[in-house]
Antibody
Framework: EVQLVDSGGGLVKPGRSLRLSCTGSGFTFGDYAMSWFRQAPGKGLEWVGFIRSKTYGGPIEYAASVKGRFTISRDDSKSIAYLEMNSLKTEDTAVYYC????????????WGQGTLVTVSS | QSALTQPASVSGSPGQSIIISCTGSSGDVGSYNLVSWYQQQPGKVPKFLIYEVNKRPSGVSNRFSGSKSGSTASLTISGLQADDEADYYCCSYAGGSTFVFGTGTTVNVL
């Protein structure tokens, strides 16, 4: 069974950093793209960033709202994708989800349970 | 990267059909047949419903169907059931490995 587990969320002060992890199991992690999304309290889903599998290659892309502050990476040997968040702002407060991406049709078929990031002084 | 426009809410009675629209632009929905749809029930994780405009993943009920005309995609739910009460989001590829989501639609079953 495909499973994604999000972790690393918590309370952090504005301007600080936090790293989220997304651990996959039940599939060959390195064969898939991974993406991060977020959902602010009571709001809709927002795409954060996308990293392809090494097979497909290509640049890592980010939403304009996080570009330059957030970095996505992956360690296929550990089946983990990371979201490094720097210079956090109060408006980054949200539940963050990772999802497995299907590179050839750009959809997201399995999602982690989400991890809450609260940015507050 | 402006969000795709969806109606805030759509309501229907059990057994009826409803349609949720998702309007984008020539830079996203209008240029790519790469629209997907997700269902998010209260307090739950998004669930994958539709990909490539109108294809259903294995295990998704055939009561859910998708279509597209120009820069507007649509999700139709037929034979509406109480369990269909949820928020629904469209998502479109927008080129260069970027994506844009819809504003979300709450479906109410009367």
């Amino acid at each position: 069974e495909v499973q994604l587990v999000d972790s690393g969320g918590g309370l952090v002060k504005p301007g600080r950093s936090l790293r989220l992890s997304c651990t996959g199991s039940g599939f060959t992690f390195g064969d898939y793209a991974m993406s991060w999304f977020r959902q602010a309290p009571g709001k809709g889903l927002e795409w954060v960033g996308f990293i392809r599998s090494k097979t497909y290659g290509g640049p890592i892309e980010y939403a304009a709202s996080v570009k330059g502050r957030f970095t996505i990476s992956r360690d296929d040997s550990k089946s983990i994708a990371y979201l490094e968040m720097n210079s956090l702002k109060t408006e980054d407060t949200a539940v963050y989800y990772c999802a497995r991406g299907i590179s050839w049709n750009y959809s997201f078929d399995s999602w982690g349970q989400g991890t809450l990031v609260t940015v507050s002084s | 990267q402006s969000a795709l426009t969806q109606p805030a809410s759509v309501s229907g009675s059990p057994g009826q059909s409803i349609i949720i629209s998702c309007t984008g632009s020539s830079g996203d929905v209008g240029s790519y047949n790469l629209v997907s749809w997700y269902q998010q029930q209260p307090g739950k994780v998004p669930k994958f419903l539709i990909y490539e405009v109108n294809k259903r993943p294995s295990g998704v009920s055939n009561r859910f169907s998708g279509s597209k005309s120009g820069s507007t995609a649509s999700l139709t739910i037929s034979g509406l059931q109480a369990d269909d009460e949820a928020d629904y989001y469209c998502c479109s590829y927008a080129g260069g490995s970027t994506f844009v989501f819809g504003t979300g639609t709450t479906v109410n079953v009367l």
